[in-house]
């Protein structure tokens, strides 16, 4: 299994400011992902991140708000750009294993709070 | 499309009773991966088990098990025994063979009392 590790685990941020927050996998892995959790909800996906190319954005999320990079298979970023209140969240970095395609790891997540 | 139904929201046992969280699916793939996950209360989601479309063997992993049936499109896991560290949201998720996106549950609160 693949092992993830994210950078910050929680902060707090004011409203305006953009938080980048990093994403690093034990081992080399065919996709990575990035989750938005909202209190109490479950689990939204953000967008997949392509290693040497633009991140594959779902509904609802665009590059200037959610910037993405993958400058190689085993790390990420997620940038929360001019963020406000509605921005508080959990966001989750995820990756599927290249030994197991078929299981999806998750990161400890980083709580973010916008003030 | 895929979707996927916790109808449970919130459930509530005292410790050592037997507590099953409900999963229906649906998909029009015929292969299709379905999964556990565990959120405690820290936030981390930890992966529990998958299981693939073509494998309808039930299974076993010590106070887990879990019973899978096509024919209802359900994914059910039990706890036996509970105890308070069961206490965590549980989510099901499914990912279609030819579609790398999880499509999870709203999730299921699961909290075992002393």
């Known amino acids: 299994s693949a092992v993830i590790s994210q950078k910050p685990s929680r902060d707090i941020c004011q409203r305006g400011t953009s938080l980048t927050i990093q994403c690093q996998v034990d081992?080399?892995?065919?996709?990575m992902f990035w989750y938005r959790q909202q209190p109490g909800q479950s689990l939204t996906l953000i967008a997949t991140?392509?290693?040497?190319?633009?991140?594959?954005?779902e509904s609802g999320f665009v590059i200037d708000k959610f910037p993405i990079s993958r400058p190689n298979l085993t790390f990420s970023t997620l940038t929360v750009s001019n963020m406000s209140p509605e921005d508080s969240s959990i966001y989750l970095c995820?990756?599927?294993?290249?030994?197991?395609?078929?299981?999806?790891?998750f990161g400890p997540g980083t709580r973010l709070l916008v003030l | 499309a895929q979707k996927v139904t916790q109808a449970q929201t919130e459930i509530s046992v005292v410790e050592k009773e037997d507590v099953t969280l409900d999963c229906v699916y649906e998909?029009?793939?015929?292969?299709?991966?379905l999964f556990w996950y565990k959120q405690p209360p820290s936030g981390e989601l930890v992966f529990l088990i998958r299981?693939?479309?073509?494998?309808?063997q039930n299974e076993i992993s010590g106070r887990y098990s879990w019973n899978f049936q096509k024919s209802t499109s359900s994914f059910n896991f039990t706890i036996t025994a509970s105890q308070v560290v069961d206490s965590a949201v549980y989510f099901c998720?499914?990912?279609?063979?030819?579609?790398?996106?999880?499509?999870f549950g709203k999730g299921i609160t699961l909290s075992v009392r002393p």
């Open positions: 995820s990756a599927r294993d290249r030994g197991v395609p078929e299981t999806q790891y």
């Open positions: 081992s080399q892995v065919t996709m």
């Open positions: 991140a392509n290693q040497g190319s633009e991140a594959t954005y």
């Open positions: 998909t029009r793939d015929t292969t299709y991966y």
């Open positions: 299981r693939n479309s073509f494998d309808e």
């Open positions: 998720a499914l990912r279609p063979g030819a579609n790398s996106k999880l499509t």
